[in-house]
């Protein structure tokens, strides 16, 4: 069974006598083949190096989503100082142009006429397209414009004087729908009023955030307006909403409004995402790379190599393994190797069955001198045995012939073991023993009768003759006692023991009696206890029955022979 087995998993052994791989239940020592062990080395090896190289793309992904928030927060506190020059020149540009207008109203205040007071005005602004401003004449209870920028529109110009009583003078007012923003000036008298204008275009180019300040909205805030001086594009506007924008405020006010911008954070750019994917790229890369060579150069070729064994019969050659451009050199050598084995053993395989062939020759003819000799041998006895001069005489002739003829027949036996390899008969050997006896009686001296009862088992040779002369023995010491008690020899394969029989000769004249014992105690007794020593098992007597019997060793499987 040991032997089976490992031809059943031997990847080297003949085709017909391996099992199928789906026949395959367990491998080794009885483990349960697992899923695992189905993978290819090939994607044992791509797993394998990428689960090795996982870490390395986490740590560089994530130090480079650390460098990008490092770059992130960088940009940022660029953006804050510039929001803080921003404002600071918003601011001064505002203050500015309130000074200019403090100084017109004075002159109002001083008799200066309203016609001059707007052609000083716009001498003041003429470099500057912005602001666009009006003079309001405060007359009782109906105000009325003295001079209006030619372009200053429609709707704003409707705002003016409703900015009237929107508040102190010298406070902002924003427009959220028009994005702009209106400030009122007020000379010491309340005479006379002046509102600029600023939208939100003269406003950015008052604050010149520059080129620094990325995608944003760029705010003036009150306690309940917000005047947008520029708009997010509404490309980036859905980042605004997913709450990826971010609010960076100046810390100064500009006329007491707070100023500052809402940053866009959109998705990272074409660079930037390659950037962040480019470690786990090159990982893959790198696995795919190591699993590509290793496949061409060592697992193709070696499940070639494999084949090309799994298909070898003993005897044969293996045939060449086919040339693979990038195989590894050390496997072509040991394919190379291999069929130099399989030459050797081909032709070691020839030169034994030759000798087997020369060997069987000599054994035969040895086989077939020795029968010869022991037919030479017993065909003397019987010739003496004629002359012999006493019935003494005679009964040692017949005792040496019986031992000489059980001694051929378990030659003849032992001869046919040789040519069918199947051991020797133990029924045609204790009948031809049978038959050995009866014919030594025929000379009237002796008659007695021998049964046999033996199932077809068989023995090897060096057990026949201590079992061939124990049955002899036997037969001549029931002989010796009643020549006419009858013998009875019986073999049954043992049940508790599939490689042993049970081989018994039972007559009644070995019952106890004295003239038994004298017998054994004249060398009888001594002759079966070495018989029993070299069968490797007690004799067992049983008095009642006069019966011996003994275990015997048998060849497996021998109880279907024929």
């Known amino acids: 069974m040991e032997n089976q087995n490992t031809t059943a998993s031997d990847p080297l052994a003949p085709a017909a006598n391996r099992a199928p791989a789906g026949d395959m239940k367990q491998c080794g020592i009885g483990m349960p083949v697992s899923r695992r062990a189905r993978l290819s080395t090939g994607v044992k090896l791509f797993l394998i190096l990428v689960l090795a190289l996982l870490p390395l793309a986490i740590i560089a992904v994530l130090a480079t989503k650390q460098i990008s928030r490092l770059a992130d927060d960088e940009r940022d506190q660029l953006i804050a100082e510039a929001i803080v020059q921003s404002g600071e020149r918003l601011q001064d540009a505002l203050q500015g142009d309130q000074q200019k207008l403090n100084g017109i109203l004075s002159n109002l205040i001083q008799g200066t006429t309203a016609a001059e007071a707007c052609k000083n005005l716009g001498l003041i602004v003429d470099d500057r397209k912005f602001p ?59 005479t006379h009023q002046i509102i600029a204008y600023y939208p939100a275009e003269a406003l950015l180019a008052m604050a010149a955030p520059g080129s620094e300040i990325p995608a944003s909205s760029l705010q003036l805030a009150d306690a309940s307006n917000v005047l947008r001086i520029t708009e997010i594009p509404k490309r980036l506007e859905r980042f605004q909403h997913k709450k990826q924008g971010k609010y960076i405020a100046a810390p100064q006010q500009v006329l007491g409004m707070n100023f500052g911008l809402t940053i866009a954070r959109q998705l990272p750019n074409s660079p930037e995402f390659i950037a962040l994917i480019l470690p786990a790229i090159t990982i893959l890369a790198a696995a795919f790379i190591a699993w590509y060579v290793a496949d061409r150069l060592l697992i193709r070729p070696v499940v070639a190599l494999r084949q090309n064994v799994s298909e070898y019969e003993p005897g044969e050659e293996l045939s060449p393994l086919s040339k693979m451009p990038n195989a590894a050199a050390e496997i072509e050598q040991l394919g190379d190797a291999f069929r130099d084995m399989s030459v050797n053993v081909s032709e070691d395989k020839s030169a034994l069955a030759e000798a087997l062939v020369h060997q069987k020759l000599l054994t035969r003819e040895v086989h077939h001198r ?94 026949g003759v ?94 279907n022979l024929t």
Not at 137 to 151: E, Q, Y
Not at 518 to 544: K, W, Y
């Open 370 to 463: 020795v029968k010869n000799n022991v037919q030479v041998i017993s065909s003397l006895i019987r010739i003496h045995a004629r002359g012999a001069s006493s019935a003494e005489e005679e009964q040692a002739f017949a005792f040496m012939q019986r031992r000489v003829d059980a001694l051929a027949v378990v030659q003849r036996n032992h001869f046919a073991e040789v040519e069918d390899n199947e051991g020797i008969s133990l029924r045609t050997l204790a009948n031809e023993l049978i038959a050995s006896l009866r014919t030594n009686a025929r000379d009237g001296s002796i008659a007695h009768t021998i049964k046999s009862d033996i199932a077809n088992l068989a023995i090897c040779q060096d057990i």
């Open 466 to 559: 201590p079992v061939a002369f124990l049955i002899t023995e036997i037969a001549e010491l029931s002989i010796k006692i009643d020549p006419d008690a009858v013998i009875t020899i019986a073999a049954i394969a043992d049940d508790q023991d599939e490689d042993a029989a049970l081989l018994s000769i039972t007559s009644p004249a070995l019952t106890n009696n004295d003239e038994l014992q004298a017998l054994l105690g004249h060398g009888v007794e001594r002759i079966l206890t070495g018989l029993s020593r070299q069968l490797r098992s007690p004799l067992d007597f049983d008095a009642a029955t006069g019966g011996y019997s003994i275990r015997v060793c048998r060849l497996k499987g021998s109880n």
């Open 132 to 190: 666009r401003y009006a003079i309001v004449a405060l007359a009782g209870s109906s105000p009325r414009a003295n001079c209006i920028s030619n372009n200053m529109p429609k709707d704003i110009r409707v705002r003016l004087m409703l900015a009237l009583d929107s508040g102190p003078s010298n406070t902002p007012i924003i427009l959220p729908e028009q994005r702009s923003l209106l400030i009122k000036t007020s000379g010491a008298l309340d």
